[in-house]
């Protein structure tokens, strides 16, 4: 399990309300207030928790690729970008359940603050995620590899029940206290999982958002990469 300190901007709580920064600041200052408000509320309750492990690329047949220790992942996206890999990572992400009780409680009585701690929950799990994929990509540049984009159940080629199970099979979920639901739906509901193929050379030159399955009507695609 490793632990690291999630520091969320405004604009990011902004966007994680569903909103556009720019915008908001001009036409709305006061729910920029609201989520400064969520940063200095909330942030004690972020309790930003991460597990993964790192697997040798065995061998590949079809649409399987075989880990170290007997481990497998399937479907078209693992393929298209995993082949190449000479290593796994699968990671899990998790803020953890306080901040979510929070925002549970306090969105019936103040809805505006309540949905913007949800929008500072929202901006941290991703921060958290961007931050462990930054990380373990500087541990990869040290030793003369790249990576691949990070693959997440639910992406076009990888259906979530399929997925989350193969990555709930690579990960100690229980030692950050996330679990896996019949529905394929993790608990705390504000946790992210993903795979990372590490390797020589990737010729690939997409974006996450090139395999969501909103990217037709998704209005952020531009913010990232």
Not at 170 to 195: C, F, H, N, Q, Y
Request: negative net charge; aromatic residues 4%; contains cysteine.
């Amino acid at each position: 399990m490793t632990e690291i300190e999630v520091f969320v901007e405004a604009d990011k709580v902004l966007r994680g309300m569903g909103g556009d920064p720019a915008q908001l600041r001009a036409r709305r200052p006061e729910l920029v207030e609201t989520a400064e408000w969520a940063i200095a509320e909330g942030s004690s309750l972020i309790e930003a928790r991460i597990s993964y492990s790192l697997f040798e690329v065995v061998s590949l047949s079809h649409e399987r690729l075989s880990l170290g220790d007997g481990k497998i992942l399937s479907g078209s996206l693992i393929i298209e970008h995993l082949a190449p890999s000479k290593q796994v990572a699968a990671i899990l992400c998790t803020i953890g359940d306080p901040l979510e009780e929070v925002v549970s409680q306090l969105i019936m009585e103040d809805p505006v603050r309540g949905l913007a701690l949800d929008g500072l929950a929202n901006a941290a799990i991703e921060v958290l995620a961007n931050r462990i994929c930054h990380l373990l990509e500087e541990q990869a540049h040290e030793s003369g590899l790249s990576t691949t984009i990070p693959l997440s159940p639910g992406m076009v080629g990888w259906p979530v029940d399929i997925g989350q199970r193969q990555i709930f099979s690579l990960v100690d979920a229980a030692s950050i206290g996330v679990t896996l639901e019949e529905s394929s739906m993790m608990r705390p509901r504000k946790s992210l999982s993903m795979v990372v193929g590490f390797g020589e050379e990737f010729t690939t030159k997409s974006r996450t958002c090139d395999y969501c399955s909103l990217k037709e009507t998704c209005r952020y695609q531009d913010h990232y990469v």
